[in-house]
């Protein structure tokens, strides 16, 4: 191959180097990050430019042969570029491009930590393709020459990066390609939901897989999006806010700040975040809830830090934090009222599991508590819908709904011929007319059924009692002091444990056993009365322990 040019590496103490990225990446999975970040910067300063590609990159991965290989369609750099890129840690070019994901030129050397070489080729529009080799094991004191490839590597201008020689730990058969894919959805979650770039994940002879983003626009959940403007020495910046609260939590999808599209930190892990609102009086517990999800996106504003996982200490980024502020009271309300609704309907569910785990206890008491029920009977209408094969005479077959039949008046009070319906010259066209007939509600009656326990309901009476006694109900009070004590979760799912379950079990039972000996016309002794509670706390607890903690799952999602 033709030798363009040389360069040296500019690293004087590439021991110290290595052990910085160690530090930096725990995985080799984090820092094939960086590689892909390169990627997708690349492709943004195009857009920027006007110039418009479906831009995508292509991770293919030899599990024999145990390496990695990265190629994008992002335009690529000249020879002069890629050996500047290569040479120096700390002056990278896109320093000056303030959203830019990789701008101290420290990720390219990312996998010195896991592996012994990297290869890199690279081809620009009017370039020469190039390619350069970085050996770990080669110092500062020695050229390392940039060659002109024999025969085109690419189909497009962008780069390709293989890495290989990994060490012991760094390539791990088992999982590698599932782990790199996890990575990438995670840490480019948002880049891959503005459809910007396509990422393909394959082992090599394989079908390749494309990335996926968490598409939470299908989920059911009341949403928060909204624009709020910022200003900043007479500039305007656009904050976009797109938050939804879910009805299912989801596990690691906490909201998260964006730059461009780029994840810089969950919000709840903004350090400078947290002490803004502690200096406010307010704490950021509301961006840690399971069930909400989505993103911030600053646009600009601010700049992240050296190791992009916060913000830099600025007065815009102050600006920004005033305005996410009263998003997080926005937000607060909207959480609250979904975890209302979601409490009363998780505490129906279980006070169903509950009165039927009851009155199954209570069978041999033969004891009498009323409810209400509903009806249960299904009208001549509703059957003949849900039996038939869907021919219900909704209206005939004759234009106008009318069918076979004699002349009849029609809602307005037209005359019809065939008994075609005819056209209403009245607004009333609900049956006004000759045959006096109007739309009017439906009959329902009440029907009540007796059960041998009473039904047991959960609901909040601050000030009130344990158990409110309304004969045929029992009403757990969930603002009690001793249920709130004993109820160990916070946001808003009902989660059931044996403490819980076993103070249920004891506040109801008394009420249940007096009842009993009601009936019986009897006036029992001390330790009768101990004994039943005991004995009845004990079976409901076992009970329920078996039965609701069953259906724990199916509640708490």
């Given amino acids: ?119 890199f080729i690279s081809r620009k529009k009017s370039e020469k393709e190039a390619i350069i080799k970085i050996d770990r094991t080669v110092d500062e004191k020695k050229d390392v020459p940039c060659y002109e490839t024999d025969t085109r590597q690419l189909s497009n201008y962008g780069t390709r990066v293989t890495i290989s020689k990994f060490d012991a730990h760094g390539f791990k058969k088992k999982g590698f390609i599932g782990a790199i894919v996890a990575e990438i959805e995670h840490h480019f979650d948002d880049v891959l939901r503005a459809k910007k770039i396509k990422i393909y994940v394959k082992e090599e002879g394989k079908k390749a897989y494309e990335c996926k983003y968490f598409d939470y626009s299908k989920l059911a959940g009341p949403i928060l999006q909204k624009t709020v403007d910022v200003e900043d020495d007479g500039k305007k910046y656009c904050i976009k806010v797109d938050l939804k609260v879910l009805d299912r939590a989801q596990d690691g999808q906490l909201p998260v700040l964006t730059n461009k599209n780029r994840r810089v930190q969950t919000i709840y892990e903004l350090k400078s975040f947290k002490n803004y609102l502690r200096s406010r009086g307010e704490i950021a517990y509301v961006w840690s809830n399971p069930f909400v999800v989505g993103s911030i996106e600053i646009n600009d504003l601010c700049s992240p830090n050296l190791t992009r996982d916060d913000l ?63 009806s249960g009977e299904a009208g001549s209408f509703s059957e003949e819908v849900s039996d038939s094969n869907g021919d219900v005479p909704f209206g005939g077959d004759e234009p106008g709904g009318g069918g076979e039949g004699g002349n009849q008046k029609s809602s307005g009070g037209e005359i019809c011929e065939d008994g075609n319906h005819g056209v209403g010259d009245d607004s009333a066209g609900g049956g006004v007319g000759e045959s006096k007939v109007s739309s009017k509600d439906g009959m329902s009656r009440e029907k009540v059924i007796t059960s041998h326990g009473p039904r047991i309901e959960f609901q909040n009476h601050a000030g009130e009692d344990r158990i409110i006694d309304l004969g045929n109900s029992l009403i757990v009070n969930t603002q009690h002091s001793d249920f709130i004590l004993r109820n160990p979760n916070k946001t808003g799912r009902v989660k059931f444990d044996n403490r819980i379950l076993n103070y249920i079990s004891q506040i109801v039972a008394p009420y249940c056993v007096h009842r009993l000996f009601e009936k019986k016309g009897k006036v029992p002794s001390v330790s009768e009365v101990g004994e039943n509670i005991v004995n009845l706390t004990l079976k409901l607890e076992h009970q329920l322990s078996s039965t609701v903690l069953g259906h724990e799952m199916e509640i708490s999602r």
């Fill in 1 to 119: 191959m033709k030798t363009i040019s040389k360069t040296r590496l500019q690293i004087k103490d590439q021991n110290e180097l290595i052990n910085q990225i160690s530090g930096t990446y725990k995985d080799f999975y984090r820092a094939a990050m960086e590689y892909i970040d390169n990627a997708i910067d690349a492709a943004s300063i195009l857009e920027e430019q006007g110039v418009n590609t479906s831009h995508k990159i292509e991770i293919t991965i030899d599990v024999s042969k145990k390496n990695i290989c990265f190629t994008d369609n992002c335009g690529g750099m000249s020879p002069e570029e890629l050996c500047e890129l290569l040479s120096s840690v700390g002056r990278s070019k896109k320093k000056t491009v303030p959203w830019a994901n990789g701008q101290f030129g420290f990720g390219v050397h990312a996998f010195r930590a896991f592996a012994k070489e990297a290869i």
């Fill in 312 to 374: 830099k200490d600025s007065k815009q980024r102050e600006s920004l934090y005033e305005a996410m502020l009263q998003v997080q009271i926005e937000l607060k309300a909207l959480i609250d009222d979904a975890m209302d609704k979601k409490t009363q309907e998780s505490f129906k569910k279980i006070g169903k599991i509950m009165s039927d785990c009851l009155s199954e206890i209570l069978k041999n008491f033969k004891l009498e508590f009323e409810q209400l029920a509903p």
